[in-house]
């Protein structure tokens, strides 16, 4: 199945070479590790060592399908959303890789799982909240000393608050 897939990488990206790059461009910005490695690739080229490109895989392969990191098209029979479980590979060889040769010696960089999500979804969303009451459960009183003195006394503020609780309209 690897072998299958290796041999037709090309098939997986409609013949273009070019389209893993943005989508590792876009990765790198999320994936700690992927960032990394785009730091790798900018000093390689800058020392003019081999450039480092990529070539994808999937599994389970089949001829018809295209790599499930492009976007697809639901207008397209061919190309509707890929079933659930494949596995994608992009690799980054370095100078000339013989995938035909049977065997790859390889350094994983990084690793996740993720799920294309559906075009519509049902959904639902339940709020739990105490209903109000019928005062509020917070008051300020706002009072004037009764006296020509500037400060309160302590009898003046509860004669005030005393007041203000027994007026209840």
Known sequence: ?????LSNWRKLLD???DKPLPWFQQ????????????DTMAFAEALKRDTLGFKVSQI?????????ALPFD???EKDKKPIDGKLSLVISPYGKADFAGGKICAHVIDEWIEVIPDDEETTGVAFHYDAPNSEAPQTLLLAVSPGKEPTWKLEDVIATVNETRSCKD
């Open 1 to 5: 199945m690897l072998d299958d897939s």
């Open 74 to 76: 639901k207008n397209n």
């Open 60 to 68: 389970p392969f089949n001829v018809d399908e295209r790599w499930i």
């Open 27 to 38: 990765a790198a910005k999320v994936r700690t590790l992927l960032s990394h490695y785009e």
């Open 15 to 17: 013949e273009d070479e």
